[in-house]
């Protein structure tokens, strides 16, 4: 392909502009631009009523629509990564509005292929959707109102060509809508490696019979052993949700076609942003890359007090970095087939499940690459969701009227926000300070708060809930970027920092919305007192949590004890045993502040050991992630929500942690007392993931209430969570526990 100049690229992404006003693709913008120009009639209440009765377009065309509509290939325009940009308008979720059920009555959302467009340069594909629709259907439920969903497997080879509501136990599961390759390790290094695998395209080397590859195209990539033989089986997890280990996507838990899973969410939560998505066994890396997940949205009488922006005026952006299938040729010459590729970059020279976790050149926004969206000058909420396999994200507004970006110019993060390879190559004053977070994963801050740096940073399965105030921007272009060591106009190979653009529209508005001071009574920080002990409301005494459940786990890093990957160890703590008995191997001191040091010792390590940590319904456990080195990991728990309370580092700059003999994993002398890191309004909101980053220890504190059953815990970047770091938890009523056998172990 051919790469653009600064000047060149800045007419071209004018001319893309011009032409999408005029034809929109698939019509999403006629409905747009037809809610606008009604609202400049008769004002905004129309907007919101033909919204909720209409709901948006989603952009999904089913597969009777395709013949006609799809092109051959990628007509071959000079543009960034050889997809144009801004091409698409933003589609939005359809709605279920679950409450809207009488009671007792399930919601039914199937798994199901469809045939979507991941850009409107390239041609219809299929894809594994909820409901046909990629992103799934916002699921909308009250808090504290019970809904019943019917999970469905529908995905057969045979939903390809048809669609309706048979039987499917005697049909063939679908296999994955793409192919899995694997960039073999480059004799230059892994960075090379990984420079190649990154690159936008590439496709899976073909066996033309018997086992006997012919010569392969040069961007032919050999296929990750097994994945082509992948059928589908679904298990759907409601990230978030405070409900019962069988309603909770348990990974074993997976059924074929013809299978469908009922279940139960009480909704006793305050207002939130949760997600659903497949988090089946092994495999959870690849049936979300398919297009398996969708937002589930939680209101309450809180939320509707606040009269946020709502309507066409809340938006939820699901977004997800992807790489895309190309014809055959070199790879530098990209054509793509329309298709999504899982391209990795290989580590070992085996084919032994050694791979960097996968990333890709384009950023998707609800299933489409680099789209836009056509805003009124006034506020608008927010909900951002990192839907991503690894990648995390690091996001920003950017004023890009009348911007020119020389060729690789990088964004680098920092802390003061600033930029990595040539400070002046951009202009600072191009970012705007208009992100104002209002809500993380569980519900709402105390009160808004202007994001550090203009920055919004989430790991793979983090949300967050922000308002923008788009008057301030009236008639400016404006684009949500990752600022995570990405470039703008990027050479091949480097991550391209647009995620999407903003067009804001000129005329003025009358806004009644004001941005509340407070937002959230129900909201409590968290502390821990002299003591050490957590105090969880007003009352020193009253609310302080005498009895709290201490559960260590080891962040262990990649080639400890020959494993190159990095693995997630449950440690026990051994503190009261003899020397002799705790032995010299896998062992983590760690110094204490006054008295002996703390000696954890590894215990489980792979999903189906024995559970270790069991819980009585009611309990409050603090959960201590010890991470020793290697990449940053979102780590989540499921069945309830935490606030982070203590979070230690030991300020490396890389490598693991000094100190720790990856050769013994352990560590000969106690680690010292790594230092305390302030926890800023934000992290300390309501969560469940967390980006822990190597040489911390973070400390968060959970109730877990209100539930029962078989949980997971795990790292969400999915190609983590599937080879192997995530592990079981057990919460049983404290009547039924006190019969349990296996109760009572070290963790206590
Ligand atoms: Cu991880």
């Known amino acids: 392909m051919s790469t653009a100049t600064p000047s060149g690229r800045s007419a071209s992404s004018t001319d893309a502009q011009n032409d999408i006003h005029q034809d929109p693709p698939e019509g999403a913008g006629n409905r747009e631009e037809q809610l606008l120009r009604n609202d400049a009639e008769t004002g905004s209440a129309v907007v919101q009523s033909e919204i909720t009765l209409v709901g948006a377009p989603d952009g999904i065309v089913h597969p009777d629509e395709e013949e006609g509509l799809s092109r051959s290939h990628f007509p071959g325009e000079a543009s960034t990564l050889g997809l144009r940009k801004f091409r698409d308008h933003l589609p939005m979720p359809s709605v279920i509005r679950a409450w809207e059920r009488p009671r007792g009555i399930p919601v039914s959302v199937s798994a199901e292929i469809a045939k979507v467009r991941h850009h409107a340069d390239l041609p219809l594909v299929d894809a594994w959707t909820y409901e046909g629709k990629m992103p799934g259907p916002t699921i909308e439920v009250q808090s504290h109102r019970l809904v019943l969903i019917d999970w469905r497997n529908a995905l057969t080879e045979d939903g390809r060509h048809s669609h309706g509501h048979q039987d499917h136990l005697e049909d063939e599961p679908a296999g994955l809508p793409y192919d899995v390759v694997r960039v073999p390790p480059h004799p230059s290094g892994i960075g090379e490696t ?123 952006l699901m977004v997800a970095d992807r790489n895309l299938e190309s014809e055959p040729g070199s790879p530098e010459d990209f054509r793509p087939t329309g298709r999504f590729l899982y391209k990795q970059a290989g580590i070992g020279a085996d084919d032994t499940a050694t791979e960097i976790p996968v990333t890709g050149p384009f950023n998707s926004v609800n299933g489409k690459i680099w789209p836009t969206h056509r805003v009124e000058a006034r506020w608008h909420r927010i909900r951002l969701l990192n839907a991503s396999n690894s990648r995390i994200y690091r996001f920003a507004l950017y004023d890009t009227t009348d911007e020119a970006v020389p060729l690789d110019t990088n964004l680098a993060s920092n802390p003061a926000g600033g930029f990595g390879a040539d400070p002046t190559a951009f202009g600072m004053d191009r970012k705007s300070q208009a992100l104002v977070v209002i809500g993380t994963e569980g519900g709402f801050l105390p009160e808004p708060v202007i994001a550090p740096n203009g920055v919004v940073e989430l790991g793979p399965g983090e949300r967050t809930d922000v308002l923008v105030d788009f008057a301030a921007l009236r008639g400016r272009t404006v684009e949500l970027r990752n600022e995570n060591a990405t470039n703008l106009n990027p050479r091949l190979g480097q991550p391209d920092a647009t995620v999407m653009q903003f067009t804001v529209d000129k005329r003025q508005r009358k806004d009644p919305f004001k941005l509340p001071k407070k937002l959230n009574p129900a909201y409590y920080r968290w502390r821990l007192d002299s003591d050490g002990a957590p105090v969880v409301g007003p009352d020193p ?208």
């Open 194 to 316: 990984i420079r190649i695998a990154g690159q936008p395209g590439g496709m899976a080397q073909e066996d033309h019979g018997h086992g006997h590859l012919h010569p392969q195209p040069e961007n032919a990539y050999p296929r990750l052993a097994g994945t082509d033989g992948i059928r589908a089986a679904t298990s759907v997890h409601l990230h978030g949700a405070l409900t019962d280990g069988h309603n909770d996507g348990w990974a074993h838990n997976v059924m074929l076609p013809g299978h469908t899973a009922r279940c139960t969410y009480p909704n006793r939560q305050e207002a939130c942003t949760m997600w659903y998505h497949d988090h089946a066994m092994a495999v959870t890396r690849f049936s979300v890359y398919a297009g398996l997940a969708g937002f589930y949205l939680i209101r309450d009488a809180n939320e509707e007090r606040l009269r946020l922006p709502a309507g066409a005026f809340e938006l939820q």
């Open 541 to 748: 005494v009253k609310d302080k949590i005498e009895d709290v459940k201490h559960v260590w786990i080891g962040v262990i890093p990649p080639g400890t004890r020959g494993n190159v990957h990095p693995q997630m160890w449950e440690l026990e703590d051994v503190s009261h045993l003899a020397p002799e008995e705790i032995g010299d191997t896998e062992v983590i001191r760690l110094s204490r502040e006054g008295g002996d040091p703390l000696i954890l010792r590894a215990g489980p390590k792979l999903f189906d050991d024995a559970v270790r940590i069991l819980l009585a319904e009611k309990d409050w456990a603090m959960w201590h992630v010890v991470h020793l080195g290697g990449p940053a990991h979102p780590i989540h728990i499921h069945m309830t929500t935490f606030q982070m309370i203590e979070r230690r580092s030991w300020g490396i700059a890389g490598g693991n942690v000094p100190g720790f003999d990856p050769v013994t994993g352990s560590t000969a002398q106690p680690l010292p007392l790594p230092g305390l890191v302030p926890i800023d309004a934000i992290t300390g909101g309501t969560k469940e993931t967390w980006v822990v980053r190597p040489g911390e220890i973070v400390t968060v504190l959970g109730h877990f209430a209100g539930a029962n059953g078989s949980f997971m815990y795990h790292c969400h970047i999915l190609d983590h969570e599937d080879h192997t770091m995530m592990r079981p938890f057990v919460v049983l009523p404290a009547s039924i526990m006190a019969f349990h056998g296996g109760h009572g172990g070290d963790h206590h």
